[in-house]
């Protein structure tokens, strides 16, 4: 009997011998991602500013056979992040993915949000992936060689009531990515954005328990229903990919539809 022929894996998706670091991964989508990531056969590691919701994280990957490395610390400070990176590149070896996915979300009136609010969610879900951006962009750049995935949103295109700095934080970074192409894409590093329609994860979780608002929203989303954490994960080995290598300052939208119809 002739033997089962093995499926070739298809270097157009494989990330063997790559290393990817996920921001905010140690929940949510950030810890779907690194799990893909993964998978796909990256070497990952996983970050957060919490190191203990960060270890269990880890342990939880372990449990289901993925080895990844932690690395505790917050991208809001740009001191931190440069001395996260040299020291990383130094033990572990150079970054060739960065998944700036860190972000939070504060809802309040416009009329009552308070500056302190305002730049928490700036600083974070901007500068953040700024910092995140151009520590990883200065190593890439003289290496000819970089994916780099920013996390955005469907409100990187669309308004709602109560999230200002979330949504102006969103679509600064659609042309923070497409600003980043414009100067790094011709020294081979590819810069693009995941927009995620609407996931449940702790940053949602006051919408998924508004059982008015998931009734709208399942009905103003095409595909009918709230995206799984997992569906975002072929967009991002995708982009982390070299299936991706001519795609430069996109944003691959991932909502089911909603940003296509009124
Ligand atoms: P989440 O469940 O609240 O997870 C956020 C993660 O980011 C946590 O691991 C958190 O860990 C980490 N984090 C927060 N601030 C950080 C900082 N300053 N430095 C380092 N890590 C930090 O959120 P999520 O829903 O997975 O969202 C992830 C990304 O997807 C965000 O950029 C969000 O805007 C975007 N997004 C989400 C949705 C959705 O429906 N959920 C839709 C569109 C876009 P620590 O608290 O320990 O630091």
Redesign the pocket.
């Known amino acids: 009997m002739a033997a089962a022929r093995k499926p070739k894996t298809c270097y157009l998706f494989d990330l063997n011998g790559k290393t990817a670091l996920v921001?905010?991964?140690?929940?949510?989508?950030?810890f779907a991602l690194a799990k893909g990531l993964a998978e796909a056969g990256a070497r990952v590691i996983i970050?957060?500013?919490?190191p203990e919701?960060l270890q269990n994280a880890h342990k939880k990957l372990q449990d289901s056979g993925i080895q990844t490395i932690t690395r505790a610390f917050?991208?809001?400070d740009p001191q931190s992040v440069e001395d996260a990176f040299a020291e990383m590149e130094s033990s572990i070896g150079p970054i060739d993915i960065l998944v700036a996915?860190?972000?939070?979300?504060r809802r309040a009136p416009a009329t009552e949000m308070p500056p302190e609010t305002w730049r928490e969610v700036l600083g974070?879900?901007l500068d953040?992936v700024w910092y995140c951006c151009q520590a990883a962009g200065k190593r890439m750049v003289p290496r000819g060689a970089g994916k780099i995935i920013t996390?955005c949103?469907v409100q990187s295109e669309l308004g709602r009531p109560t999230i200002a700095p979330y949504a102006a934080s969103k679509g600064a970074l659609r042309m923070l990515t497409r600003t980043l192409c414009a100067e790094w894409a011709k020294h081979g590093v590819n810069v693009n954005g995941v927009a995620?329609g609407?996931?449940a994860?702790?940053?949602?979780s006051a919408l998924v328990q508004n059982a008015e608002f998931s009734d709208w929203l399942c009905q103003r989303v095409p595909a009918g229903r709230w995206g799984k954490v997992e569906e975002l994960v072929g967009a991002t080995v995708f982009l982390a990919a070299p299936a991706s290598d001519f795609v430069n300052g996109h944003l691959l939208y991932v909502d089911g539809g909603m940003t296509a119809v009124v």
């Not at 994860?201 to 949602?204: A, C, D, P, V």
């Open positions: 921001t905010g991964s140690s929940q949510g989508i950030g970050n957060g500013r919490d919701r917050d991208v809001t996915n860190a972000g939070i979300m974070t879900n953040g996390i949103s995620p609407y996931y994860t702790e940053l949602t």
